[in-house]
DNA sequence: ACTGCAACCGAACGATCGGTCGGTGCAAGG
DNA sequence: CCTTGCACCGACCGATCGTTCGGTTGCAGT
């Protein structure tokens, strides 16, 4: 199908940031992509070097295995995710402002880091980097819990819905976005599919019915 | 881990409904709920046959092979949900009263056929079979796309959002639920977590959101 | 008592799996 | 010019894959 050429071609000789050959991010991006596509058991090494357009024993010059390929794509899902955690809007407030921040972080970080974020969602625990993946997952979940739960005792969320179920609803939505959303349908003006478009609707749609009113 | 029993052990001898020995459908039941521990193509035949307790040639004996355990289950899941649309309350009446019919009714076939629409919902798209799957299932989606549509052209369903985002988000909160709702976790009376409660909950949620009020 | 068949089994098939090995070519540095 | 080392390769490894084959066992029907 597609035979990606390794980094952009640049005409610089010198060791500047660009390659002409892969570096572990650039084969990366290549792999991730097709775990994606094929599910990360059913794509084999033979799959990735197709992909990649470069041999099989080629793959193991970068990185050390399929394993590491799936512990970095993983990773990185998981920094840009915790990270938001970190921002100032999602510690200082009140607690139904932190969550609708973290709600609309939560989706952009989800758009812009999507086959990241799209292979963490699909890990289902066969190996102990992918019950690290699980464990890592379910911390993040439980922190943005804490602050559904925070929101209910301020008053500023239906408690008529439990809040742990709330939670997951909540996630159920965001998460949903990486079984639909394709970057490069995106990119016509006034397509309502820029992450803030569809961060400003998810939470439009899941607040409107989360708050009392 | 698990080494059950083919069916129910009955004494009765004359050839009724129950059987001592494996048929197409207790074996699939075995099947489908490895395929969703370990994800279907990390299932192996192996593994299967650790599971049902007989040895991996005797499976065949069965079933044609591993990919006909596939369609089988997710055939059933699709069926569970198909079934919905015929239904009179589906059919009959305002859109908005029929879409959220069906959003209620949805969430029970979900969690009542739990094993084999998760089946469903993890599909790829890596054989013909699961491409198969994956039509039928965005069929599925378009009708209640339809029916989004219609309760907004009548006016019952806010229009600052699109339809057919709002049909994925619906779907998104209904099939998350495959990722936490355990059946055995809901035995106790009172936890909230029966699949009358847990549709409830999900129709206030998210059509508190979606209604204009 | 004999037959037929459902239900099962162990052994083995070719194919493919993730990973290793011993190179080759070539650009950069001295 | 010569050396060094990065990026890459084809050939091959043992293990495991889904599937097939040739049985064996035990019960139902006659």
Chains 1, 2 share one sequence.
Not at 191 to 202: I, L
Request: charged share 30%; proline share 3%; no cysteine.
């Amino acid at each position: 199908m597609d035979n990606s050429v390794p980094g952009t071609a640049s005409i610089g000789r010198m060791p500047t940031v660009k390659r002409d050959t892969y570096t572990p991010d650039s084969l990366l991006s290549v792999a991730v992509r097709v775990f994606n596509e094929r599910g990360y058991d059913g794509t084999s090494m033979e799959h990735l070097s197709q992909a990649a357009g470069i041999s099989k024993s080629s793959i193991y010059h970068h990185v050390r295995g399929k394993e590491e390929l799936l512990r970095r794509g993983i990773s990185r899902a998981l920094d840009g995710l915790f990270g938001i955690l970190d921002e100032p809007a999602a510690r200082e407030g009140r607690a139904v402002e932190r969550l609708e921040y973290v709600t609309r972080r939560t989706v952009e970080v989800l758009m812009t880091e999507l086959p990241y974020v799209t292979l963490l969602l699909r890990v289902r625990g066969n190996t102990d980097t992918e019950r690290w993946a699980m464990d890592r997952r379910r911390e993040f979940d439980q922190r943005v819990a804490g602050l559904v739960k925070e929101a209910t005792a301020e008053g500023d969320l239906r408690s008529d819905v439990d809040a742990r179920l709330a939670t997951r609803l909540l996630f159920g939505m965001i998460n949903s976005i990486a079984e639909w959303y394709r970057p490069e349908r995106a990119a016509g003006e006034g397509s309502g599919d820029t992450s803030a478009e569809v961060a400003e609707a998810v939470v439009r749609t899941a607040f409107a019915g989360l708050r009392t009113h």
